[in-house]
């Protein structure tokens, strides 16, 4: 929180808190709505709770948790506090209790109620704008409805939270999206009336959160978000663009909203968005749409135009910038046509060149490893390269391209050397297991690993160091084959596995519970996006 908010106010990454929202919150969302989930004060009852909790809750979802009770006191009354507490306490121990103590004194806020809901309870709830307007488009009633979604463990919590309201000016090129009012108030409880939007004439999008006050699941009325989406990139400003897109993206993930959907907002975005750590969280969140969330059938339809746009915005971007880096990078991992590979495969030859691109050793590897997972690369050029690049960094990339090879020869050579060689250096594991699961042109590859996974569990774990395990039956599972025909249902192999080892070490029983979460999400968005061209 606090790296957060020096970078956001002495130096000139002044929109620090957009990468926060998107990436530090983003993994705290998504780790707090795993079956694993716990409070952020976690009960440590052995060696395995230490090392299974340093996760998302405990990093993310703290420094998130943090910056709610900053807007629930006040700033200037939380550092206020701050400064108290360390005067009391100076050259001696303390205890949460007497910070909070001070936090109440200086804001007149009774903070039991919160630290128990926020810090003893886990999960996350859900805040829904609800909306009425009359014939005119003036608002007759408005307020936020508090939820607790199915299974999460989460009670009904207080929250400081704004609701921007943003209109739509100009158009085109010219179109921009301000903000024209703000209402910050306290949600507590089921509902909370907004009387102060009463009476107002209807904003072309309300975003609830607006600032990123609080942490909780934002549901736009369905106006604002269809709006929104429509024109995100005329947001003048990227924390509300980047809130819009969260919104969206967790709809995405509980199957409320089609991926599709995401992924031309997504895209749409990338071509004014600037700020590095949020261009990274969108392609990341294109690469899973592409891997997963979209039906096969779907994702062989969207693949050829997704590359395509990512290329014309590679060639927009600034010569020389880290977006033009990333957007690159992101091409040569998802070109499916002639066309766009030739343009990879000339970045790496040298008879194709972008304005300010360098071309360097790293990049030479990406670029490399996504013509061999697309199959237009092999062995010959894999050998070339590691010629090439006589490093301890080149041995692992090579490594890495050679379990990319779209063959079912090569995967299963990979997955041998993976569960049976425990000799297999740690960078080296990671970047193997990132060719291994390297399949987004070609799932069916990893069809004959569902059953093969289940199987290799218990050796796994009873044969490497609790981390190396951890790792490995992480990144062994991959939920490209949710939705394949003809594949073994990867849910239900995880199910069996579960049911049948009860007894198995909790610490265990939690990776194969966090990998069955992530197969349902994927089918559940799946059957979103089949739902929706119907």
Not at 41 to 58: Q, S
Not at 228 to 238: M, V
Not at 404 to 433: C, F, G, H, Y
Not at 478 to 504: F, N
């Amino acid at each position: 929180y606090t790296s957060t908010l020096a970078t956001a106010e002495i130096t000139r990454w002044n929109q620090a808190w957009t990468t926060f929202q998107t990436l530090e919150k983003g993994w705290a969302y998504n780790q707090d709505q795993l079956s694993s989930t716990h409070p952020v004060a976690a009960e440590i009852h052995d060696l395995h709770d230490v090392e299974v909790n340093f996760d998302g809750i405990t990093y993310a979802k703290g420094a998130s948790v943090l910056a709610a009770l900053v807007g629930y006191v006040g700033r200037e009354n939380f550092f206020a506090g701050i400064q108290r507490y360390l005067e009391a306490h100076a050259y001696a121990n303390a205890e949460l209790s007497d910070l909070l103590r001070e936090l109440e004194a200086v804001s007149g806020r009774d903070l039991s109620t919160w630290t128990r809901l926020w810090l003893q309870e886990a999960g996350v709830t859900t805040l829904r704008t609800q909306l009425a307007t009359d014939a005119d488009g003036l608002i007759t009633q408005v307020a936020v409805r508090q939820e607790i979604p199915a299974d999460s463990p989460a009670s009904l919590r207080p929250h400081r939270v704004a609701i921007g309201c943003y209109n739509l000016t100009g158009q085109g090129a010219e179109a921009r999206l301000e903000r024209t009012n703000r209402i910050e108030l306290d949600v507590d409880g089921e509902l909370t009336e907004v009387p102060e939007l009463v009476g107002a004439k209807r904003a072309d999008v309300l975003v609830l959160n607006d600032d990123d006050l609080t942490y909780a699941k934002v549901r736009l009325d369905e106006d604002s978000l269809s709006f929104g989406l429509e024109h995100i990139e005329a947001f003048t400003d990227s924390l509300p663009r980047s809130i819009v897109l969260a919104s969206a993206w967790d709809m995405v993930r509980d199957g409320e909203l089609a991926s599709s959907r995401f992924l031309d907002a997504a895209l749409r975005a990338l071509g004014v968005e600037e700020h590095s750590s949020v261009i990274q969280g969108l392609l990341g969140r294109i690469t899973t749409c592409l891997s997963g969330f979209l039906p096969p059938a779907v994702r062989r339809d969207l693949a050829p135009g997704t590359a395509d746009r990512l290329l014309g915005l590679a060639r927009a971007a600034q010569p020389g910038s880290d977006k033009q880096l990333q957007l690159v990078r992101a091409l040569a991992a998802h070109a499916v046509t002639d066309e766009q590979l030739d343009v990879v495969a000339g970045l790496v030859e040298g008879n194709q060149t972008l304005g300010g691109l360098d071309v360097d050793q790293d990049l030479r590897w990406d670029l490399l490893i996504g013509l061999v997972a697309a199959g237009r690369s092999g062995e010959e050029q894999i050998r070339a390269e590691e010629a090439r690049d006589r490093t301890t960094t080149g041995r692992e990339r090579a490594a890495e391209a050679r379990a990319s090879i779209p063959t079912p020869e090569a995967k299963q050579a990979t997955w041998r050397a993976l569960v049976d060689d425990a000799s297999m250096p740690n960078e080296t594991q990671v970047r193997v297991l990132r060719g291994l699961t390297n399949v987004e042109r070609h799932p069916e590859l990893l069809a004959p690993f569902v059953g093969a996974y289940v199987e290799a569990i218990d050796s796994v774990w009873s044969s490497r160091t609790f981390h190396m395990a951890e790792n490995l039956l992480t990144g062994l599972w991959s939920c490209a084959t949710v939705g394949l025909a003809g594949a073994d249902d990867p849910a239900a192999a995880l199910t069996g596995w579960l049911e049948s080892h009860a007894q198995a070490p909790a610490a265990l029983r939690r990776i194969v519970r966090e990998n069955l979460d992530d197969t349902l999400r994927v089918a559940r968005a799946q059957a979103a996006e089949a739902r929706s061209v119907q």
